[in-house]
């Protein structure tokens, strides 16, 4: 079993930065693929951006550029560095984690909730205009 608690959230203006966390415990070993997906009311759970084996990435296109994933092994952590924010990002941002897929997967594996078992809480962030 994996555990994950994100931190983080918050309100900022458009134009601004926040950076998430995503903590991850219990057996963590082989955990090849972390991620970043978020959720507005209404609407399906969305991949913004996964990092296999702490190296590899994928991004949505809406957050290209703007969004940067990483995990420091040390502290098994996963951030999520979100600069340029836009209203549109307004949204409940879960982190995600897998141990069952050793192998890389396309993005549009990767990107899609039905890879990862586990689950955090999420972690609201709103953007106002």
């Known amino acids: 079993q994996v555990q994950l608690v994100e931190s983080g959230g918050g309100s900022v203006q458009a134009g601004g930065s926040l950076r998430l966390s995503c903590a991850a415990s219990?057996?963590?070993?082989?955990?090849?693929?972390m991620g970043w997906f978020r959720q507005v009311p209404g609407k399906e759970r969305e991949g913004v951006a996964v990092?296999?084996?702490?190296?590899?990435?994928y991004y949505a296109d809406s957050v290209k550029g703007r969004f940067t994933i990483s995990h420091d092994n040390a502290k098994n952590t996963l951030y999520l560095q979100m600069n340029s924010l836009k209203p549109e990002d307004t949204a409940m941002y879960y982190c995600?984690?897998?141990?069952?897929?050793?192998?890389?997967?396309?993005?549009?594996?990767?990107?899609?909730?039905?890879?990862?078992?586990?689950w955090g809480q999420g972690t609201q962030v709103t953007v106002s205009s």
């Open positions: 995600a984690a897998d141990d069952s897929r050793p192998s890389l997967m396309t993005a549009s594996q990767a990107l899609g909730i039905r890879a990862y078992k586990y």
């Open positions: 219990g057996y963590t070993y082989n955990v090849y693929w």
């Open positions: 990092i296999y084996t702490g190296r590899f990435t």
